[in-house]
Structure formats: structure tokens, C-alpha cells
């Protein structure tokens, strides 16, 4: 028998304490063993309940999320914690401090004590899988749930099969989730600036923590790295990031024409920007001349994308389980046989560098 995952929750709102026993208790898997009101209480608590993961709320007195994280990593470097935050600019800047820090994750709180009683419901239950995702990891059934069957790239879509890549890659495309904004920045600051072709990601994030975590990436960056904006050209040399709560295509519109298009049909694989949306379209843009990443994340977005840019002659490349913070998304991408390689984070951009090099002059 599985033990529960031992969950402590720090937060100065004895509302949301209550409601945070309530809700994640109620899950078998789950127990919330301890609770803190601040940063202090929280440091002293950690020994005494000994907790597989932490619930740090952002804003507290005496010991905020940030200093509370801080002192957390100095003793507890590996111990997983998810982050309270809010949906304000403060908030998201906050976060992709806390991620940058060391937090695993991070979920924005909504008003908890309103009469909107849908919001709540999904929080929960997307902490609730959070949590799981990041804590149960290690067990058989959860390294890589139920596969679906996804045939060889060779067996795909029979009409297609004489497609085959010529070896040029001519767009860069990233999915990433959960680990997300810390492996962007190990792989984008590497690209040179002379890159040759356009990069384009879906990082899973609501709006404005997307722009922000393009505007963090692009200081950090030889190449300049923006939210993508509906109409926005394509050229080489620029990283284009999803926005948040839209979906990203592409749409080619000569040869030497490619726009960005955003909209916001229905999500799938419940997130919206969605991988897989992105990688079809990329598919079907650069017919054969794509690379696929696929990085750190829980679920399986990105799966039935890269399904089509396979059967489409490009290249598949995802981070291993060692290095990525939950292997759902590259992991069902591997189990599937789609990735022609799986390589620890460091040897990320370096093989999409190699790989962009073949059939041009580039050197970086």
C-alpha cells in the first residue's frame, strides 16, 4: 500500500488553511499533515511533520514566500514546493522569482471566498494533480500513465510516408510545462546571435506571466525573445513565446512569409496555448524541415504533435527524466518511439545548434 503524499500548507488566511486540509485530504492519495501561517512557523514546522511537499503563499508577514523559499533551499534543496501566487503583475513577477529560486511549481489562487464556485473546484483539482505529478513520480504507475498507442512515425498517416526530411531545419519549435521558465533559460541564452531560423514555444502560463517570462528570457538572450502578438512576420533570429489563455499557429503565406496567428478555440489537452496545436501547425508550415523540442512538463501535451511533425519528415528531440522536473511530456513523447534522441537539459541546445547547422554555412 502507497503511502500518502505529506503536504504542509503555509498561508497567513486560516480560510484558506481550512479549505486547503479540506480539499487536498479529501484526495487518498494526499494528506496535509501540518500547517503555518508564516515563514517562521513554517521553518520550525518542516522537521517536526516532516512533509513530502510545501504550499508557500507568496504574500505573508513577518517571512513572505520569497524569504521563506530562500531559507527552505538552504537546508532542503530537493524538498518540492508549489507556490501561492495571484494574477497581478506583482505576482507573476514574484513567481518567475520563486521558480528562478528553486520553487518546483507555482498555482495562481483564485478568490477562494467568492460565490464563484467553478474557480475554486479547478484549483483544486489542478493543485491536486500538481502535487501528484511531482510527488508520486516514482511510483510504477505514474512514471509514464497509460501510453496511448501511437504507431512509428514510419506507420503514419500512409499518404504522407513518402515525405521525408531533408535534414534542414528551417523553425525551432519548444513545448514546455511544468520546469518550464528555468530550462528556457539554460536553452535560449545558449543560441547564438546569428541563429538562422525563428524558434517559436508554447510555455504553459496565463496571460501576462507569459509576456513577462519573454521579457526575462530576452535580457537573458542573444536573440531577442517576445510574447507573440496575431500578424506578427516570422524571421529568423527571434524566439516568438505563446501569450497566455491563446492558442499559437503558423500560417504561411508565401514562400517567404510566415505570420503568427492566435485565437482562443477550445483547449486541449485542457491548456490553452496547447503544444499540440502549435506543433501541427508548425508541421504543415515547414513541411519537413521542423525540430520538434519537447521539455519538462506534466500531462501529454505535445504528443499528438509531435505524432504529426514525425509523419511530416521533421525531427524530435525531448529532455530525459533525470534532468526534467516532471517527465510527463517528454516522457510520452519517448515511450511513444517519436524522439530520435533524449538528452540530459545541458545537451539541449547544443544538439538543436548541430542540428540547425546542417545543409547552411551557419556557424555559431
Known amino acids: 500500500m502507497n503511502q500518502k503524499v505529506r503536504i504542509l500548507v503555509v498561508d497567513d488566511a486560516v480560510v484558506v488553511r ?15 499533515v501540518g500547517t503555518a501561517s508564516n515563514g517562521r512557523i513554517a521553518l520550525a514546522r518542516i522537521p517536526e511533520v516532516n512533509p513530502d ?3 508557500l503563499d507568496m504574500e505573508m508577514p513577518e ?15 530537493r524538498l518540492p514546493i508549489i507556490m501561492f501566487s495571484t494574477q497581478t503583475r506583482r505576482g507573476a513577477v514574484a513567481t518567475l522569482d520563486a521558480l528562478s529560486m528553486g520553487a518546483s511549481d507555482y498555482v495562481t489562487k483564485p478568490n477562494l471566498l467568492s460565490g464563484d464556485a467553478q474557480d475554486p473546484k479547478l484549483f483544486w483539482r489542478d493543485l491536486t494533480a500538481k502535487i501528484k505529478a511531482l510527488c508520486l513520480k516514482d511510483r510504477p504507475s505514474d512514471i509514464v500513465p497509460s501510453v496511448p498507442q501511437v504507431r512509428s512515425p514510419s506507420a503514419l498517416l500512409p499518404a504522407q510516408q513518402d515525405r521525408r526530411s531533408s535534414g534542414r531545419v528551417d523553425v525551432v519549435a519548444i513545448g514546455v510545462s511544468t520546469g518550464g521558465p528555468n530550462a528556457l533559460a539554460e536553452v535560449l541564452p545558449v543560441l547564438p546571435p546569428n541563429f538562422p531560423v525563428p524558434v517559436v514555444v508554447v510555455q504553459h502560463m496565463p496571460p501576462l506571466f507569459t509576456r513577462l517570462l519573454a521579457e526575462r528570457l530576452s535580457s537573458q538572450s542573444h536573440l531577442r525573445v517576445i510574447e507573440a502578438v496575431s500578424g506578427d512576420r516570422i524571421f529568423p533570429g527571434s524566439i516568438w513565446v505563446a ?28 491548456c490553452r496555448p496547447s503544444v499540440d496545436v502549435l506543433f501541427k501547425s508548425v508541421a504543415e508550415t ?6 520538434a523540442v519537447i521539455l519538462t512538463g506534466m500531462g501529454q501535451d505535445g504528443l499528438r ?20 522536473v516532471v517527465w510527463g511530456m517528454p516522457g510520452f513523447v519517448v515511450h511513444a518511439g517519436l524522439a530520435e ?15 540547425v547547422q546542417v545543409g547552411r554555412s551557419f556557424q555559431p
Open 53 to 55: 511537499l510545501i504550499l
Open 341 to 355: 534522441k533524449v538528452l540530459p537539459l545541458r545537451e539541449i541546445a547544443p544538439e538543436i545548434i548541430r542540428r
Open 243 to 270: 501569450p497566455g489563455d491563446y492558442h499559437m499557429v503558423l500560417e504561411r503565406h508565401s514562400d517567404d512569409l510566415v505570420t503568427v496567428q492566435t485565437n482562443q478555440n477550445p483547449p486541449e489537452n485542457w
Open 63 to 77: 517571512m513572505d514566500g520569497l524569504q521563506t523559499l530562500a531559507e527552505i533551499r538552504k537546508t532542503y534543496p
Open 305 to 324: 504533435g509531435c505524432e504529426t511533425i514525425a509523419s511530416f519528415g521533421g525531427q524530435i528531440i525531448a529532455q530525459d527524466e533525470a534532468t526534467s
Open 18 to 32: 481550512r479549505l486547503a486540509n479540506n480539499a487536498l485530504s479529501a484526495d487518498p492519495d494526499l494528506v496535509v
Open 286 to 291: 515547414y513541411v519537413g524541415q521542423t525540430l
